[in-house]
């Protein structure tokens, strides 16, 4: 069945460092792939997402590229702030109708002054 | 603005009482709406997804007896935790989808059960 991997957490960085979330998933056909943000006692926020190999996703400086050949999605940000101090979610959703969201474990990231 | 409201954010009551969590959809028609469980720094379960007007689907493990579903209309689908118990306590979070649209959650309802 669908699966995704991410890089466990926490995730710790000074601000204005570079982030990046590893991600692979593995599925049969063409996922959709999706990265969520929930930011503490709330649900999940869609961050952004990709529909098909190569796409760009992109949103609030956050960018992650659909890479078929490695089933990858990894999350990349160049200069974080304490505010994405949050756990991020990568997930994908299969092809069919009835297809439902496969969400990884979760990466927690905090960002210190 | 939020698209998905939840109701209520948190509760905390007695052993074996039931409990009731609204999820409604608020500028758009949620044909699919879907109910998640997550633990403490763990990633969401899915528990159900529910088609309005039929019964919800419940995934492998999930008590429907248990947690019972309804999606009435195209706008709110409730959780009822029946006889709820210490183990019972976690996060549930709700979700809903259009057809063809993004899936856009509600912000949670933290559920304490003492």
């Known amino acids: 069945g669908d699966s995704v991997t991410q890089m466990e957490g926490p995730v710790t960085l000074s601000e204005e460092a570079f982030l990046t979330i590893n991600c692979t998933y593995t599925a049969t056909g063409y996922p959709s792939l999706f990265w969520y943000v929930q930011y503490p006692g709330e649900g999940l926020q869609l961050l952004l997402k990709a529909t098909k190999a190569d796409d760009k996703g992109s949103n609030k400086g956050f960018e992650a590229t659909y890479r078929k050949e490695t089933t990858s999605f990894h999350l990349e940000k160049g200069s974080v702030q304490v505010s994405d101090s949050a756990v991020y979610f990568c997930a994908l959703r299969g092809t069919g109708t009835a297809s439902k969201l496969t969400f990884g474990t979760g990466t927690r990231l905090q960002v210190t002054l | 603005g939020a698209v998905v409201s939840q109701h209520p954010s948190w509760v905390i009551c007695k052993s074996g009482t039931s409990v009731k969590i609204e999820c409604r959809s608020l500028?758009?028609?949620?044909?699919?709406m879907f109910w998640y469980r997550q633990f403490p720094k763990q990633s969401l379960m899915l528990m159900a997804t529910?088609?309005?007007?039929?019964?919800?689907?419940?995934e492998q493990g999930v008590e429907k007896d248990k947690f019972l579903i309804n999606h009435a209309s195209l706008t709110l689908s409730t959780l009822t935790v029946t006889s709820a118990h210490p183990e019972d306590s976690s996060f549930y979070i709700c979700s809903a989808r259009a057809p063809a649209q993004p899936q856009h959650f509600g912000d949670g309802t933290r559920l304490s059960i003492l």
């Open positions: 500028d758009f028609q949620a044909t699919t």
């Open positions: 529910s088609n309005e007007g039929s019964k919800a689907t419940y």
